[in-house]
């Protein structure tokens, strides 16, 4: 079953369900330069009747077709410069929408999410060793499907045009036209219809950002198994099957997802189309933190003032703050135009419906003040679901065919993708790159195979160096799950289970004459692959390594403290109890406490 086709020179290339494959039917070059002319030719009178102030071509083939939006009710060549060309093609970024929005045309040219800075920085790290050119080829052949200067309409659930539409329009699952407009009806690849978006949705946001570490899908609620297709209700894999065939399925969304807080209303449009600079990854760009709408334990949240650009920023919402409100701002003081705080208390209105939702803040609470927590970041205490997928096989084929997304071209070698094990609850903490403690899951932890196009194994299951390392071990990274709770992990729980400080399961078991601290462990290196540590003849071996700029494990000095707060926490489970520092080995030697521990 055929779902879509393109056209490259001669040929015209075909690709089914399964994916892009080398099958192609050549067209004679004469058929091809006729089509052409037709089409200039339309194009020309086309282009005639548009600058003419009439769309009466146009409405001739597409009757019925949606109006684009309230801020484009112009000629159709306004925006379809050359008629059938653009009308067709989803060429639309300096093109077409360039010539209105040329500050968001350079400011989205610079986002991460545009360069793909942050995915092609973590490759050079990882896949050097892999081969010379497959860093490369890994780019090209998988990761850069998720570049929106091209188009993506294969996969169930992950259709997107290019550019700026990417994000401003809205596909259905099965990525064909379901508008008024009878001529392109059922017909795919189309957007859902013909307008804009003038706010993306969720769904949008989750068309992309669902591999990885499934930021999209945790938030609203969902997770996609071991890429397994489970049979549940009516002997069907579902409830929803996702791209790459993955069956997506149930569990406990975000607290601020629960509370109909969408994507778009914590992150702003300059943090998601950029500012105009150039950044070398998303911790770079990303300016929102928990603390710019609830503080933190010694602040409130930081305020600014309402500006021009605040101001028309606001027309494109439901409804705006009122007028004597004051917004806050970003972690770079930039205005949060939908958050306020007005006589004392703290507001964020829904963008799209205009909700309005008070914000608590946690200045002088107790939990938020303990002694020693200085450096916790507020996703290490409410995080309930971190995607840690362990054991991430990748395999390189080179006896099969795949198309680059940057050229549409069709070549030898294929990548796909399995894995082992998904956890999500606990997980490992440790250090990020700006000092601060918050969740880490298995990054860059790539077991890669290469076979060659006469069928040879050249590397099996080969543990990646990290550039710069001399050993061959497991990554962990940094990481923010996007699914919080209201109520915090608790004290008892957190320091007294050692997964959360690095020891996995904390199953101290023996193998071999030697011990390690987890059941999971990398056959190939004999490593644990959940656990950052492991005990070697009664010492610890940090097995393991977090990754991304400074960031870095706990030593041993900061883990003996971690468990020698049990001796207290035993008894008193309460934050109240330990928001001043104190001399608690004196504590633990005076006569009350003394005859307790003993």
Known sequence: MFTGTFTRGEALYIFSKNGFKKSMIHIPLAVIAFAATVCLAIGEV????????????????????EEVSENHKFPCAE?????????????????????????????????????????????????????EDMPVKLYEKYCSVCHISSQFTIGG??????????????????????????????????????????????E??????????????????????NNSLVPTQNGG?????????????????????????????????????????????MFQQTEIGCESCHGDGESLPKSGAVDSYTTELRLNYAKS???????????????????????????????????????????DTPEHKVAGHERLDCISCHSKVIAQCYSCHIRYDERDYSVSYLTGEISPGAFSETEDIRLFHPFPLAVNRFGKITPVTPGRQSLFTHIDAEGKVIKEERLLKYRGENRNNPKFAPFFGHNLGGKAIGC????????????????????????????????????????????????????????????????????IRIIDVNRCIVCHDNPKYFTEKRDYEKILSDSIHLSLIR
């Open 492 to 559: 008892s729980e957190c320091h007294g289970n050692p997964y959360f400080y690095g020891f996995g399961d904390g199953l101290f078991s023996t193998k071999d004459g030697g011990e390690f601290v987890s059941p999971l462990i990398d056959d190939t290196s004999g490593k644990p692959l959940a656990a950052l540590y492991s005990i070697s003849g009664g010492r610890l071996d940090p097995t393991c390594s977090v990754v991304g700029g400074e960031a870095s494990m706990f030593t041993r000095e900061e883990i």
């Open 321 to 363: 703050p009122p007028a004597d409100s004051v917004p806050l701002t970003t972690r770079k003081g930039r205005v949060l135009p939908n958050v306020f705080k007005q006589n004392g208390r703290y507001w964020l209105l829904t963008k799209r419906n205009g909700g309005l939702k008070e914000i608590k803040t946690i200045k």
């Open 237 to 281: 894999a579902g409830p929803i099957m996702a791209s790459d065939r993955r069956n997506v399925r149930n569990m406990v969304p975000d607290i601020h997802s629960a509370g109909d807080i969408e994507c778009i209303d914590c992150h702003t449009q300059v943090e998601v189309m950029g500012d105009g600079q150039r950044y070398e990854d």
């Open 204 to 225: 949008r946001c989750a068309v992309c950002h669902n591999r990885g570490g499934r930021i999209a899908f945790t938030y609203s609620g969902l997770y996609d198994g």
């Open 79 to 131: 925006c379809h410069t050359d008629s059938i060309e653009y009308a067709h093609s989803g060429n639309d970024l300096d093109a077409v929408c360039g010539k209105c929005h040329a500050y968001w045309l350079n400011a989205v040219s610079g986002s991460v999410m545009f360069t793909n800075s942050g995915i092609i920085k973590g490759i050079g790290l990882v896949w050097e060793e892999a081969g």
């Open 46 to 65: 086309l282009l005639f009747y548009h600058k003419s102030g009439e769309n009466k071509i146009c409405l001739s083939c597409h009757e019925g077709i």
């Open 157 to 202: 659930g992950a259709h997107r045009s290019s550019g700026c539409a990417t994000c401003h329009t809205t596909y259905n699952r099965s990525g064909s036209y379901d508008g008024s407009d009878k001529r392109i009806k059922g017909k795919r690849p189309y957007p859902e219809t013909h307008s804009l978006l003038k706010l993306p949705t969720d």
